[in-house]
């Protein structure tokens, strides 16, 4: 009786202890731990953005043997998504890629067993010498009390050791691995032509880049069902009018078009643009859309060579339909720069 006795004391003590955290913790709660790696920020990228070969370094994967993993969209691209079911040590959830850039990956984590939260994971890379310093962060908003619980998890180390192990892991793998040669980038041809005025009709916004791929796909949904509705077929390429491109927020203004043969037709919910006639500079680059950085940077320092000014929008015109062509590797996009 006397331990029973001192379990419901020792119970309620933890019970005031988390109370009176959560009266003092804040509800917006980040956490992180660092490691450096004698490796290179690419080699570790590979093993971060991935979450197939997260699973080789996740202090949770050996918590459940016989866990259950399902993967969604193109590993180690932006919305690739792995959902999780096993035991009570790991439970039930989703991590979603929602941003990669060569020095930081960001994720969001849905968790469904032993209970509904969320949150968001990112992975920092810095360079520390001759090392890379690695930063694994969580962030979540918790109200009262349950912020409590988790600020004394965190002070308790509990997070720590679990972190520091996957960090561990981690390193050891990178370590183990050859440094990825360095890439050569290819070599784009940049033409000059003078294009005509062209016409379009299309949806506008300010879309982040997380959200992009969903955003197009829906868009050019609403703008086929538009053409269709009038009886009407699309002329040229589908396409894209980009206004801007903001690195700092990680976000474009973009308009996904289709063409017109005149600026007189009006479709039910598009806008209508017109593109004026003018100078281009333009490169026709086959591959996924997802590395196309590359032709930007070639027709930018083109531009800079060539003492041009871009004047206007920057275009893309998708030859290539990838719902016809699954091969990405075949895919033709002419990625052009309004100029004087």
């Known amino acids: 009786m006397k331990i029973l006795k001192y379990l419901g004391i020792g119970l309620l003590v933890i019970l005031v202890i988390v109370l009176i955290l959560g009266l003092i913790a804040p509800t917006d709660i980040r956490f992180e731990r660092s490691l ?7 080699v570790i990228l590979g093993q ?13 994967v050996e918590l459940d043997p016989n866990m259950k993993n399902t993967f969604e969209g193109t590993d180690g691209e932006v919305g690739s998504k792995n959902s999780w079911s096993g035991n009570d040590d790991v439970g039930e959830g989703s991590q979603t890629i929602t941003s990669i850039s060569e020095t930081k990956v ?3 984590l849905h968790f469904i067993k032993p209970f509904e939260s969320k949150a968001k994971v990112d992975y920092v890379m810095a360079a520390d010498g001759e090392q890379t310093k690695v930063t694994w962060g969580f962030s979540t908003n918790k109200s009262f009390p ?11 180390g509990g997070m720590n050791k679990d972190f520091d192990k996957g960090l561990g892991k981690l390193k050891a793998l990178c370590e183990s691995m050859p440094a990825e040669p360095v890439a050569v980038a290819p070599a784009y041809s940049v033409t000059e032509e003078n294009r005509p005025e062209k016409y379009y009709a299309g949806i506008r916004k300010i879309v982040g880049w997380a959200e992009m791929d969903q955003f197009f796909a829906s868009t050019y949904g609403q703008i086929g069902m538009a053409f269709g509705m009038a009886n ?7 396409s894209a009018l980009f206004y ?11 308009a996904p078009v289709m063409e017109l043969d005149n600026n007189k037709t009006k479709l039910k919910g598009l806008t209508n643009f017109t593109v004026p006639a003018g100078k281009a500079v333009m490169v026709t680059y086959t591959g996924s859309y997802d590395q196309m950085k590359a032709v930007h940077e070639t027709i930018n320092k083109y531009i800079q060579e060539k003492h041009l000014e871009i004047s206007g929008n920057v275009i893309e015109e998708y030859i ?17 720069y309004m100029v004087k």
């Open 244 to 254: 801007d491109w903001d690195e700092k927020n990680q976000r474009a203004d973009v």
């Open 48 to 60: 971060i953005k991935s979450l197939k070969n997260m699973q080789k370094w996740s202090p949770w």
């Open 320 to 336: 290539t339909d990838p719902m016809m062509e699954k091969d990405t590797a075949k895919w033709q996009t002419n990625v052009i």
């Open 146 to 156: 349950m912020n409590g619980l988790l600020w004394m998890m965190i002070k308790m």
């Open 106 to 108: 960001e994720a969001d």
């Open 36 to 42: 450096s790696i004698k490796a290179p920020a690419p």
């Open 232 to 238: 009407m077929k699309p002329v040229g390429y589908a």
